[in-house]
T-cell receptor, first 113, second 111 residues
Framework: DAGVTQSPTHLIKTRGQQVTLRCSPKSGHDTVSWYQQALGQGPQFIFQYYEEEERQRGNFPDRFSGHQFPNYSSELNVNALLLGDSALYLC????????????FGNGTRLTVT | GENVEQHPSTLSVQEGDSAVIKCTYS??????FPWYKQELGKGPQLIIDIRSNVGEKKDQRIAVTLNKTAKHFSLHITETQPEDSAVYFCAARGGGFKTIFGAGTRLFVKA
C-alpha cells in the first residue's frame, strides 16, 4: 500500500519562473493539503483540496494555486517565483472525515536562485 | 489569529531519561491535537494524536496530555533511545480544515 508520493524530490528554479509540484495521495484518501516548510520551521498551511475544489486556504498570495484531479491526485503551482519561496513543499493526504490524521509525503525541496 | 506555540526549541537528554515537550494553542475551537516526528530528509510522521474529549492517551513509551481549560498539551517520551532523536511538531486543528503546526523541538538523545 503506497503512501503519499511527491514529485520531483528536488527542483532548482530561477526567480520569476513558474513551478508545478505533484502529489499522489495515500490509497483510500480523498483530501489533499499542501504545506510550505522553511528551514528550521514548522509546516505552514497553503490550502486543502477536497472533491476537486479548494476547501480552505492559508495566508499565501494568489501566486500559489492548486488543482485536484478526479483520481484525487493534486498539483501545486507557484508563479513568479521569489527567493523567499525556497522551501520544502509537503503534501499531506487524509480522508474527508473530521479529525482524520494527515499523512505526509517526503516533500519537494524547491530552491529559487 | 490561530497560533500554536511550542517549547523548548531544542532538548538534549541522556539515553533512558524522559523528554517532555509542551505546546499551547490559541483557537478555542481546536478539538484535535496530533504530534509528528520528522527525521532528516523525510516528511513528518504521525506518532500519536488526542481528541478534545480525552485528557490523556498513551502508546508504549509515548504519552500525550491535554488541558483544554488552559489550552495546553504535552508530549512525554519515557526511556528515550538514540533513535528518538528527531524534530517533533505539535499541531492543532480547529473548526476549519487546516492543521496548525508549532515551530518544532529538536530532540537529541545522547547514548
Amino acid at each position: 500500500d503506497a503512501g503519499v508520493t511527491q514529485s520531483p524530490t528536488h527542483l532548482i528554479k530561477t526567480r520569476g519562473q513558474q513551478v508545478t509540484l505533484r502529489c499522489s495521495p495515500k490509497s483510500g484518501h480523498d483530501t489533499v493539503s499542501w504545506y510550505q516548510q522553511a528551514l528550521g520551521q514548522g509546516p505552514q498551511f497553503i490550502f486543502q483540496y477536497y472533491e476537486e475544489e479548494e476547501r480552505q486556504r492559508g495566508n499565501f498570495p494568489d501566486r500559489f494555486s492548486g488543482h485536484q484531479f478526479p483520481n484525487y491526485s493534486s498539483e501545486l503551482n507557484v508563479n513568479a517565483l521569489l527567493l523567499g519561496d525556497s522551501a520544502l513543499y509537503l503534501c499531506a493526504s487524509s480522508t474527508g472525515q473530521d479529525n482524520s490524521p494527515l499523512h505526509f509525503g517526503n516533500g519537494t525541496r524547491l530552491t529559487v536562485t | 489569529g490561530e497560533n500554536v506555540e511550542q517549547h523548548p526549541s531544542t532538548l538534549s537528554v541522556q539515553e533512558g531519561d524522559s523528554a517532555v515537550i509542551k505546546c499551547t494553542y490559541s483557537d478555542s475551537a481546536s478539538n484535535y491535537f496530533p504530534w509528528y516526528k520528522q527525521e532528516l530528509g523525510k516528511g513528518p510522521q504521525l506518532i500519536i494524536d488526542i481528541r478534545s474529549n480525552v485528557g490523556e492517551k498513551k502508546d508504549q513509551r509515548i504519552a500525550v496530555t491535554l488541558n483544554k481549560t488552559a489550552k495546553h498539551f504535552s508530549l512525554h517520551i519515557t526511556e528515550t533511545q538514540p533513535e528518538d532523536s528527531a524534530v517533533y511538531f505539535c499541531a492543532a486543528r480547529g473548526g476549519g480544515f487546516k492543521t496548525i503546526f508549532g515551530a518544532g523541538t529538536r530532540l537529541f538523545v545522547k547514548a
